[in-house]
């Protein structure tokens, strides 16, 4: 059996702990997922199976959407409700004005600091397992890409807003700089992930209905062609896929006809069925050979 499912996640489990039901369900140990969601947060999480699992980072490199809401006046350690309070401040003289100037500042590139409670790895240690040892974690910072942040609703103190964002882009520490720039602080209260790419929650399968039985994992199991369908293809000879497949490097006699697609560092190689049977890297100059980077 080999995959992706996109999961509806509930809140309350962390993204290893739906692994571990799926790994239950379906009886196989080789099952993973891209894109971690935080324990309270919901929606779309990719689920892989068998020679899926192979595939994660092609994965994790999608654009992302949520809705979520942030409580204004309000600072926790981990830069949401169920953290620690560390800084209360008014809100007195933050409207609906300085809400939307706010927003429209967090539109495009900008750099941005990791919660201390987050996936990001400090010489290989993920930080949320330092912070849980009590250890400091180090200040870790990105550059993200915010191409949509729409305020959909102002109940004071609470804002609820949609955003579309680069891979790589954390929520909670989007709240705590819009907070930050209106001069009073800010964390989430709810988060709710809609898009990763082109997968929406509105196609997901709630993970209780495959636990429960309500819905069978073989009716909503995507193949890996559809997992990769935002890669350029490339389709491989038949006298070459056997070679290829056993770790030897393509070449241009390889290739039956051009890449379809040319945006990206990654190209499917497909055989003549449409199956797709490894991914390449392109080189940085225009006329340099794919080179494999992994063989499903």
């Known amino acids: 059996m080999d995959g992706i499912l996109i999961l509806d996640k509930p809140g309350g489990m962390t993204s290893h702990d739906v692994v571990v039901r799926l790994r239950r369900l379906l009886g196989t140990e080789k099952i ?4 971690t969601l935080d324990p309270n947060a919901t929606g779309v ?18 654009g992302k ?8 006046g ?24 300085q ?11 900008y750099q941005q600091i990791a919660p201390s409670l987050s996936a990001i790895k400090h010489r290989g240690t993920p930080l949320y397992k330092l912070a849980r040892r009590g250890l400091a974690t180090p200040l870790k910072t990105r550059v993200v890409q915010i191409t949509d942040f729409q305020v959909l609703d102002i109940s004071m103190p609470y804002v609820t807003i949609r955003v579309a964002c680069s891979s790589g882009t954390y929520v909670r520490s989007l709240a705590r700089d819009m907070g930050r720039h209106l001069g009073c602080g800010a964390s989430v209260t709810s988060l709710r992930r809609i898009t990763i790419g082109s997968f929406t929650i509105d196609t997901a399968t709630p993970l209780n209905n495959l636990l429960e ?20 293809k490339i389709g491989l000879k038949a ?15 390889d290739f039956d006809g051009a890449a379809m697609g040319t945006d990206g560092k990654y190209v499917a190689l497909t055989d003549e069925a449409g199956t797709i049977i490894g991914i390449a890297v392109r080189g940085e100059h225009p006329d340099a050979e794919l080179r494999t980077e992994r063989i499903l």
Request: include cysteine; proline fraction near 3%.
């Open 213 to 232: 039985g309500r819905t069978s994992a073989g009716d909503v199991i995507l193949s890996i062609e559809k997992a990769l369908e935002h890669l350029p």
């Open 74 to 97: 309000v600072e926790t350690d981990t830069l949401d409700k169920w953290g620690k309070v560390v800084m209360v401040e008014s809100c007195e003289g933050v409207g609906p004005t």
């Open 32 to 35: 993973g997922h891209s894109g």
């Open 65 to 72: 959407e949520y809705i979520f809401t942030i409580q204004l």
């Open 45 to 62: 999480l990719i689920g892989l199976i068998g020679k899926a699992t192979k595939i994660s980072r092609f994965l994790m490199s999608l």
């Open 239 to 253: 006298a070459s896929v056997r070679s290829i497949r056993s770790g030897r490097q393509p070449c241009a006699a």
């Open 99 to 109: 809400i939307l100037d706010a927003a429209s500042r967090f539109r495009g590139r």
